[in-house]
């Protein structure tokens, strides 16, 4: 178990790229540390193992304090995002290199690092240098150095994002697959949502240094704490207009929707994405009336942007059934999809009252029983979490 | 040329003292200039100072002047004695002075090297859990070297050349000194020039060709 409290780093120059950060990690579990560039994410990794010391804050792995322990005494084992192979030696050396500083035996770690190997595929390569290597394979070596040790956790800073696209999902399915059969604790540096929710039994996201809501990856997507999280989160961006509760009526750009429950008059900020709505021909009132401007093709659907006033609004339509550009349209959002903000705090739909699933914002969070128990909200067939057309 | 026969043995056997002065200062001054780089990379301020104070002090010396200071300053003035024996005191003292000189070169080449590894490695090393040290040695420096395997010939070259000033610290047996003293007997010879420039190159041209095709050898391919 990897337990972090009150972490805060700051950089000379004042720059807090940690701010009191609260977790637990679980053993066994896989953490992904989400968010966009310069939220601290690369540091919490650093600092947990070791190549960074907090200013303040605690570390603990299996209840060892190892604040301000040495990298190497950490028992953990980092994959970089440029994998920072040895050029200079060869597969087998470089898988069996940490042994080696381990004082392991060269005949124990040679055999480990062919049985390492053998496990990722690399038995062909192992007389290879890294320069001899395709980018995917380089990444497995860097794989297998991290392996082979057989740490406590694993620490991924983004080592898929140097492979092309292909690639990429071949190696987060491997990856997966892996820490699974491996059962190694793995926190996970990402700025890909859906590599965060592919992935992760629980997603951590981060802005400026905070976790801005701690969950499963249903959770986060399905209920996004605040707007940041909300708009981060899906592989197209949520829909996030103001509105007003008022006179038993939600309205929100243009559309007058049904009340949602509990959310008492005034102010609003209305989100729904774009798959959970439905493009109408015809006018509406419970739509968000508007101009087609824009159609991307995503392959297995359309994303139509529609002009509603000054607002833009995106829907997400099937293939076949996508509108012309410059006609009028009609979206619908889905009201059970609906999400409603007020002071950047989610309000409507509020957690079920068995507590399944609180939205942790601000970290500290217990992980979930498991990562695959969805939140009672919603209850249908749960969305392709992150699998939609990328 | 008669005179180049006539005193081709006494120039060999100066033209070999410049040899075996090139071989123990080569391996001296690289075993120096990668203690030098250490100190200047090294993490502790105290030791960069003091590598940069030296390197930047000795590079910036004249050879005559550092190789007379060991002669008259460390040796005659301060005592400094490597033997009983003048020749052989000298000798040391010539190895001595051009050692810590071409020193300097192969730290700086060196230094060069180290800025050419990514700032990964030295992440990678410390993640795995090598001291700052052990990463220089197992990590760093290996990929350093290889990346700076044909400057490192061309200040070998250099230092090879640089042996025949030799007299500057006192040491009067190397080949150039041997040649203007047969001038004295002989006059200004045209051939005995040519003679030892040639057996110079026959020295260093190798040393260019074999770093040369050492250094594309052991490129590193990232």
């Known amino acids: 178990m990897i337990a972090l409290s009150g972490l805060t780093k700051e950089f000379p120059g004042g720059v807090r790229a940690l701010d009191g950060l609260d977790l637990e990690i679980a053993d066994g579990e896989f953490v992904a540390l989400l968010g966009p560039s310069g939220c601290g994410k690369t540091t919490l990794l650093r600092t947990i193992a070791g190549l960074e010391i907090p200013t303040s804050g605690r570390i603990r792995i299996d209840g060892t304090d190892v604040t301000s322990a040495p990298p190497g005494k950490r028992d953990v084992a980092m994959v970089f995002q440029d994998y920072a192979l040895f050029p200079h030696m060869d597969v087998t050396a470089n898988i069996a290199y940490p042994l080696r500083i381990r004082k392991v035996p060269r005949a124990r770690r040679e055999a480990r690092a062919a049985e390492t190997a053998a496990r990722l595929s690399l038995s062909e ?32 800073d983004e080592p898929l994002s140097n492979l092309d696209a292909r690639l990429r999902l071949e190696a987060r399915t491997f990856l997966k697959r892996l820490q699974r059969e491996l059962g190694v604790t793995t926190v996970f540096v990402t700025h890909d949502q859906g590599e965060a929710l592919a992935l992760a039994d629980r997603i951590a996201v981060m802005s400026a240094g905070r976790f801005t809501q701690v969950g499963t990856p249903s959770e986060v997507f399905r ?27 939600l309205r929100v750009a243009g559309a007058v929707l049904p009340r949602p429950g509990g959310v008492p008059d005034g102010p609003i900020v209305y989100g729904v994405r774009p798959e959970y709505m439905d493009l109408s021909p015809t006018p509406r009132e419970d739509a968000f009336a508007g101009k087609v401007a824009v159609v991307e093709n995503l392959g297995a659907a359309h994303l139509v942007t529609l002009e509603s006033g000054a607002r833009l609004v995106q829907v997400v339509v099937p293939e076949g059934e996508e509108p012309a550009s410059g006609t009028a349209a009609w979206a619908v959002p889905r009201p059970d999809r609906a999400l409603v903000y007020r002071d950047d705090r989610l309000v409507f739909p509020l957690p079920a009252p068995d507590g399944a699933g609180s939205p ?14 969805p939140p009672a909200a919603g209850g249908d067939g749960r969305p392709a979490a992150g699998g939609d057309a990328r | 040329m008669d005179d180049l026969i006539k005193y081709a043995p006494d120039l060999l056997a100066g033209f070999l003292e410049n040899v075996k002065l090139s071989l123990i200062c080569a391996v001296l001054a690289l075993v120096l200039g990668t203690i030098l780089v250490s100190m200047r990379v090294a993490p502790t301020p105290v030791l960069r100072a003091a590598g940069s104070m030296y390197v930047n002090v000795v590079r910036n010396t004249p050879l005559t002047l550092v190789l007379a200071f060991s002669s008259l300053g460390l040796s005659d003035t301060m005592g400094l004695s490597f033997s009983e024996t003048p020749r052989t005191n000298s000798f040391w003292l010539v190895v001595f002075g051009l050692s810590a000189y071409t020193a300097t070169f192969v730290c700086e080449a060196l230094r060069a090297g180290i800025n050419t590894v990514p700032l990964g490695q030295a992440e990678a090393a410390r993640a795995i859990g090598l001291t700052f040290f052990q990463s220089l040695r197992m990590i760093i420096l290996p990929q350093a070297f290889r990346t700076v395997v044909a400057p490192l010939g061309s200040v070998i070259i250099a230092m090879i050349k640089n042996t025949t000033v030799a007299i500057a610290g006192g040491y009067l047996m190397e080949s150039a000194f041997v040649m203007r003293d047969t001038f004295d007997d002989t006059g200004v010879s045209i051939p005995i020039f040519i003679g030892l420039v040639i057996a110079f190159m026959v020295v260093t041209l190798p040393v260019g060709f074999l770093t040369n095709r050492l250094a594309s050898r052991l490129a590193v391919a990232r």
């Not at chain 1, 899906?234 to 509760?245: C, D, E, F, I, R």
């Open chain 1, 125 to 156: 390569l192992l007389t290879r240098r890294p320069g001899q290597l395709s980018g995917g394979q380089q990444q497995r070596v860097a794989l297998a150095r991290a392996v082979a040790c057989h740490p406590k956790a694993f620490l991924f």
């Open chain 1, 360 to 373: 942790a914002s601000g970290g500290g969070g217990l992980p979930a029983s498991d990562g695959n128990g």
């Open chain 1, 223 to 249: 209920r996004p704490a605040n707007t940041f999280t909300a708009a981060f989160i899906g592989s197209t961006p949520m829909n996030l207009l103001p509105g007003t509760v008022g006179d038993g009526v």
